[in-house]
């Protein structure tokens, strides 16, 4: 008989209450699947390696199962989502604690081949999509949120286009957190050939727990540029775990920036599995206060002539704390994988910290593999250099702080209008900075 | 005439160390161009560090009135939007800002500081085309992070045509001849020419008499251990060039 892990208990009893028996048989043996080995998991604790760095004492002590029956939320102030959309022609989703927000919610014409929607709807009207996305990705693996996740989710969203479908627009997802706990589960299907641009962004106030999978399958050639921004309430905590499968020759361009949240965590996934395969991921945190961020991205190099490129930034103030684990595995046979990865971090004052581990396993011949992480503090002749032409110091700082992290942002190839949406952020970000 | 700038009985360390700068005494008027000269560790940088207001650099002793004013108390920032420029021997790379928009930044918070309006990224444009054809600079050296990738000759045509641009009361260049080939030189040469004004004074800090060949100096002075023991037109350059620093330095 498997022990049941005490903190579990009232997690469990959130997925009983939630069984949903018109739900399809094979999501129903998955959900039960899913809750048994979180049972057995429990929730990471510091002996784990990939989460020793990674306080979760909060959501081990009060236990946060969302509530059934799922308590009617007031609908997102319009004013305040009117403020975060991105400008011009957009295909956009706003969800309220991972629930679609109809009104708020705008589409334009999608070609033949497309849809995008909630995961509800999903559920109702294309089960056969949910379906697959689930086939093509990992299930929960051996990782408890995301067995949590997959028990537990109602919300999200999914994007699929058939082969050859590219949309010219970007498609936006505004994710609305609360004080509620919330497990969305999200997935973006591309077909042979297919493109697609992906914003989304994380916004929210109150003590919330979100905890996400996103499921991304990128058929033979397809392409997809996938921005996050996560801006969510200093009080929350955002456990998000990104897992994507790239065919041959398909190219994944990930940029994700987190700034809110008092505990966050970026767990990243990336199987390159077709030869010649290209994953990028431009990653940044900034942290204040008494936030704690952890990127951990893990790219698989399965098969020979894949290429990956991770840089990773942190900028850290307060007594904030930022974690960097990040593996390139060249699995064997993975001959002539190209990957680079990182990790760079500027410490604002004396009691932040930094833990960082860029890690390289390597079974394979004639690779080209590079790894490196620096942790640094303002650079006092570059202070002077712009004071000595008039700027005061507290501007000084932040031009250097912005110009350290312009690249991340620069380096993303998700259109002129993003890259303008998220040096907005960061702008806003430095300005508030003490 | 009112001076610009009054040094007097300077003595200067960096934090921590021994005096380096022991005792220096130097007028200058606007319309005036210096020359300082010296040998190495005579003390050449610190007086440009401790008129710009560098960090880690302390004053033990006399003091230094600028526009009449004491600018001990002055941070870096407030003495260049008061109208002093240091052009340094080495321009630091600032990666990820860029070279106009830091430069805007600039300018504006001089303006400010003069009573006149910010300028608009239009106006500045205008502004900076202007200047461009002072120095042999392309624009596409704009467009790029503050001085990253630039050769040693573009970081230096760069310090001038931040002076152009900020228009200083007094500039003071230090070693801008350094690491120079003869065009660069001539070129940065042209441009601080073209700068000379009645209301600006300038102060060039460098080891060899060659950029006064480019630069004419109204007055030489030389500084050795700290002081200047030898001050006089441009023929004292000359002589140095024949002679040396060693026979100043022993009468000193």
């Known amino acids: 008989m498997t022990i049941v892990k005490s903190e579990t208990t009232p997690y469990l009893a959130a997925y009983q209450a939630a069984i949903d028996t018109t739900e399809p048989t094979w999501l129903r043996v998955r959900r039960a699947a899913a809750i048994e080995q979180f049972s057995v998991l429990g929730f990471p604790t510091r002996r784990d390696e990939a989460w020793r760095f990674t306080n979760l004492r909060r959501l081990t002590k009060a236990p946060m199962p969302p509530a059934h029956p799922a308590t009617s939320l007031p609908d997102p102030d319009a004013g305040v989502i009117e403020s975060l959309r991105l400008a011009g022609r957009v295909c956009r989703l706003v969800l309220n604690n991972s629930a679609v927000v109809a009104a708020q919610s705008s589409g334009v014409d999608l070609p033949a081949g497309a849809w995008f929607g909630s995961i509800a709807e999903a559920l109702e009207t294309r089960p056969d999509l949910l379906k697959a996305a689930f086939a093509t990705t990992d299930p929960a693996g051996n990782q408890p949120f995301a067995a949590l996740n997959e028990a537990l989710f109602t919300g999200g969203f999914l994007l699929a286009l058939a082969p050859g479908v590219s949309f010219d627009a970007p498609f936006e997802i505004i994710h609305v957190n609360t004080d509620a706990a919330s497990h969305p589960r999200c997935a973006i299907l591309l077909g042979e050939g297919a493109s697609a641009t992906v914003m989304e962004h994380f916004t929210g106030s109150g003590a919330g727990w979100n905890n996400i999978v996103t499921c991304v399958d990128l058929g033979v050639g397809a392409k997809l540029h996938h921005v996050k921004l996560q801006t969510e309430s200093p009080a929350a905590i955002h456990l998000a775990q990104t897992r994507a499968t790239l065919a041959q020759a398909a190219s994944y361009d990930s940029t994700v920036l987190s700034f809110g949240a008092l505990l966050s965590r970026e767990d990243i996934q990336v199987v390159l599995a077709g030869e010649m395969a290209d994953f990028t991921l431009n990653g940044g945190y900034f942290l204040g206060g008494q936030q704690e961020a952890t990127f951990a991205p893990f790219v698989e190099h399965r098969v020979p002539g894949c290429s990956s490129r991770q840089l990773v930034k942190g900028v850290i103030g307060g007594q904030a704390h930022g974690v960097f684990l990040g593996t390139i595995a060249v699995r064997p046979g993975a001959d002539q994988t190209d990957a680079r990865q990182t990790n760079r971090n500027l410490l604002l004052n004396a009691g932040t910290s930094v833990d960082t581990k860029p890690e390289l396993e390597i079974l394979a011949d004639d690779v080209k593999c590079s790894h490196g992480a620096t942790v640094g503090d303002l650079d006092d002749s570059a202070l002077f250099y712009l004071q000595a032409r008039g700027i005061d110091a507290a501007t000084a700082r932040r031009m250097l702080i912005g110009g350290f992290a312009a690249d991340i942002i620069d380096a993303s190839g998700a259109g002129e209008t993003i890259r303008q949406h998220l040096h907005r952020h960061l702008s806003v970000w430095l300005e508030h900075l003490p | ?252």
């Open chain 2, 1 to 252: 005439m009112t001076n610009l700038l009054e040094i007097h009985d300077l003595h200067a360390r960096i934090v921590g160390g021994r005096d380096i700068l022991k005792g220096i005494n130097l007028t200058i008027k606007a319309g005036e161009v210096h020359a300082i000269m010296g040998p190495n560790g005579a003390g050449k940088s610190t007086l440009s560090s401790v008129l710009a207001g560098k960090p880690g650099y302390e004053v033990t002793l006399g003091h230094v009135l600028y526009q009449g004013h004491e600018l001990a108390s002055l941070g870096p920032d407030e003495r260049a939007r008061q109208g002093i420029f240091l052009a340094f021997q080495y321009p630091v790379e600032i990666s990820g800002v860029n070279n106009m928009y830091f430069l805007r930044a600039a300018l504006n918070a001089v303006r400010k500081q003069r009573g006149e309006a910010e300028l608009d990224a239009a106006q500045f444009l205008k502004a900076v085309k202007a200047k461009l054809s002072l120095l042999d600079i392309s624009e596409d050296l704009l467009k790029r992070a503050v001085n990253v990738g630039f050769s040693g000759g573009e970081k230096k045509r760069n310090e001038i045509f931040q002076m152009a641009m900020l228009e200083p009361a007094l500039a003071i260049l230090d070693e801008t001849d350094s690491g120079l080939d003869i065009d660069a030189l001539r070129a940065v040469a042209n441009g601080v020419n073209r700068l000379r004004d009645p209301g600006r004074a300038i102060v060039m800090i460098t080891h060899y008499q060659r950029l006064l060949d480019y630069i004419e100096p109204d007055f030489v002075h030389v500084l050795s251990d700290g002081k200047i023991v030898a001050s006089g037109d441009k023929t004292l350059a000359m002589d140095l060039e024949e002679r040396g620093y060693a026979h100043l330095a022993s009468a000193a």
